[in-house]
C-alpha cells in the first residue's frame, strides 16, 4: 500500500480555493443584502409619494368645497394646468348633477405616482316646494302608486328616466312625500325619495312596498302655505267650443267650461281667478311662458277630465301654479256644499298644486310633473309624480352650505 503525503503548497492551494469561494458566496448574499435594501428604499419611496399625493388630494377637495360654498363651481386647475402644492401639482374637476348636488374629482401628482378622490356634495335647501308629495293631515298610497324626481332645467322627466324598468322606471331619488301625520305605503308602492311623517306620528311602509331614502318622522312640523284670492272671481261665464286665447294681465272669471279636445292657450304673465274650473275629456289648456309664468285660482270647484293636459309651452312646471281654496272635508260641526276636485285618469299636469283645505285624491295613472301639497292626499293605484328639484329655487328656496354625503377613492390613470 501506498501512502500520498501531501506537500505543504498544496494544502495552501486548497485553502485558497476554499477562501475563494467563501468570499464569492459571501459577495453573492451583500449584493442580494443590498438589491433587497434598495427594493425596499424604492418601495417605501414610492409609498411616501403615494401617500402625499393622496394628501393633496384631500387638502385639494377642501380648498374645492371652500369655494363652493363662496360662490365657485368646485373646479380647480385642469389637466393641461395644474395647480401647484409645494413639489406637487393637483386639479379638480366639478359636475352638477342637479340642482343642489355637485360631484368634486380631485386628481394630485407627486414625481412618480398619483392619487384620485372624488367627494359628492348635497347643498340644504330651506324650500316650502321641497316634496313631491304632501298631505298636512295624511298621506296615503296605494298599490304600485309612484314617486320620485328629476331636474326640469336639465330636460324632460323621460330623458332622465334611465333607471329601472316598467313600474320601477325612474330618474332621480329625491321625490320626497311628507304629513303632520301619518304617511302610508300600501303594497308595491315605490318612493325613490323620503317618506317623512310628523313629529309625533308614524310612516308604515307595508310588505314590499318600497322607500329608497329615510322614513323616521321630522323633528318639526312642516308649515304649509295657504291661499288667498288676489282679487274677486268674475260674473261671466266662459266656454271653450274649439279654441281660445288669453292675453296677458288680470282675468277674473265665473265658471270656466273646456269642452272635450278643445284646446285653451294663456299668454304669460297673467293672474286668473276662476270660481269653478272644469276640462272635459281631452281637452288642453296650455301656457305661453315666453314672457312669464301663468298662476291660476280657483275658489270651488275644480274638474280634469280624462286625457286633459295642462302645461307650460316649454313643459317647466314652476310657470304653471294653481291654487285651490276649495274645502271638501266634511266637518260634522258645521254644514257645508262640498267642493268637487276631480284628477281624472290619464290627466297630466306640469305644474305645482296647493290645496290647503282640501282632501284630495289622485286617480289611477293620472301623472303629476311638479308638486302637490293639500290638506290630505291619497294617491290611486298606478298614478304618478314626478318631483321637479327645480322648484325648490325657483319659488323662493334658499340655499345653505354643501355637506358631504359620500366620497370614494378612485383609480389613478397617468
Known sequence: MQVRVLSNN?????????????????????????????????????QREKLKAEYVCEAA?????????TGANGALGS???PQNWGDSQFWVDAAAPSATVRTLTATARDDRVGARMELTLERAVDAVWRFGAYGEELLHMDSNARVDSYDSTLGTWATQAINGSGSDQHAS?????????????????????????????????????????ATAPSSTPFSMPGVTLPFAVGTSNVTVNTTLTLAAG??????????SNT?????????????????????????????GPVVIYVQDDFVLG?????????YRPSDLEINLLSNNIINPAVVVELDDLDFNSNAKIYGTILAPNAAVEIDSNFELFGALMARRVDLDSNCRIHYDENLALSKGGTLGDYEVVCWRTLPYTN
Do not use: Y
Not at 377637495?61 to 360654498?69: F, G, K
Not at 280624462?306 to 316649454?314: D, F, I, L, V
Open 10 to 46: 498544496t494544502k495552501r492551494g486548497g485553502a485558497l480555493v476554499m477562501t475563494a469561494v467563501s468570499l464569492t458566496s459571501l459577495s453573492v448574499l451583500s449584493l442580494s443584502l443590498v438589491s433587497v435594501m434598495l427594493a425596499g428604499s424604492k418601495e417605501q419611496r414610492l
Open 61 to 69: 377637495l377642501q380648498r374645492a368645497v371652500v369655494a363652493l360654498n
Open 79 to 81: 389637466v393641461d394646468a
Open 173 to 213: 331619488t329625491n321625490g320626497d312625500v311628507g304629513s303632520n301625520g301619518t304617511v302610508t305605503m300600501e303594497q308595491n308602492s315605490k318612493v325613490w325619495g323620503d317618506a317623512t311623517c310628523g313629529p309625533s306620528s308614524t310612516t308604515t311602509v307595508m310588505g314590499n312596498a318600497v322607500c329608497t331614502g
Open 250 to 259: 288680470n282675468h277674473a272669471v265665473a265658471d270656466f267650461v273646456a269642452k
Open 263 to 291: 284646446v285653451t292657450t294663456v299668454v304669460g304673465p297673467a293672474t286668473i281667478v276662476f270660481r269653478n274650473f272644469q276640462l272635459r275629456s281631452g281637452s288642453q289648456f296650455l301656457v305661453d311662458n315666453s314672457n
Open 306 to 314: 280624462a286625457g286633459t293636459t295642462m302645461r307650460a309651452s316649454n
